[in-house]
């Protein structure tokens, strides 16, 4: 089987890294732009499958990119990746000539189920129910990498284990990286109950994740009195 070409456009250096690195194992074969002006020279030489574009780079941003692209080429798939998620973003992503819109965090998992549903014939995969969780899964967090089919975070050599309650309520967290998560809703996904004992439970792997994460000051969990919970780099 050939490989998929992916042409992707991300200033991130370390998210960049690892996203190429992922989709490598997984027989994909990817070109990495470091913004937007060198993304679209790139593009005018490689036979890129389907293009990943950050939206906010330096120089020229993803959706000029796509814009300028789509006056010559209407067909290639282009996905934006980004941590906006207004509704007014993600129409202008569309409108620009994006297929579709990805917000960080994001497991590669889920990046490449979308990658193969774009070149799909029938916009579909050929068969869903085949489909199983990737042991490989992987999410940035700051200088962090975050394997939640395995509860580890690693930092360069340094691995953390986490318990797999750790692990479930951090990719919650991941899973809504800049907004605030209530505490209701938290206690919800993870025990289907808000009670007391819940919360106290909460709280306990709350502080247990902060030590994990204490290694880069840019992440932190953040405690919104009286509402919840939101995860920020």
């Avoid at 991941?174 to 938290?186: D, F, P, S, V």
């Avoid at 993870?190 to 106290?200: E, I, P, S, V, Y």
């Avoid at 994990?212 to 405690?223: E, F, M």
Wanted: with cysteine.
């Amino acid at each position: 089987m050939d490989k998929i070409k992916v042409l992707m456009a991300e200033d991130e250096t370390a998210l960049a890294h690892i996203v190429r690195e992922s989709l490598e194992e997984r027989n994909f074969e990817v070109v990495l732009c470091a913004d937007g002006e060198q993304a679209l020279k790139k593009f005018a030489t490689y036979k890129a499958d389907v293009l990943v574009l950050d939206v906010m780079m330096p120089k020229m941003d993803g959706f000029e990119v796509a814009k300028k692209i789509r006056e010559s080429d209407r067909v290639t798939p282009i996905i934006f990746l980004t941590a906006r998620s207004q509704p007014k973003d993600v129409v202008m992503g569309f409108e620009t000539g994006g297929n579709d819109y990805l917000k960080k965090p994001f497991s590669v998992e889920e990046l490449i189920v979308r990658i193969k549903v774009l070149l799909s014939k029938d916009r579909l995969l050929s068969n869903p129910k085949t489909i199983k969780r990737d042991k490989n899964e992987t999410i940035a967090i700051g200088s962090f990498v975050f394997k939640p089919n395995r509860n580890i975070i690693e930092q360069g050599m340094s691995t953390h284990q986490l318990t797999a309650r750790e692990s479930e309520v951090l990719k919650i967290l991941c899973e809504h990286q800049q907004e605030t998560l209530t505490r209701q809703k938290l206690l919800t996904e993870l025990w289907g109950d808000d009670n007391f004992f819940n919360a106290r439970s909460l709280d306990v792997f709350i502080t247990k994740l902060r030590k994990h994460l204490k290694a880069d000051p840019s992440v932190q969990i953040i405690n919104i009195r009286g509402v919840g919970y939101k995860l920020v780099w």
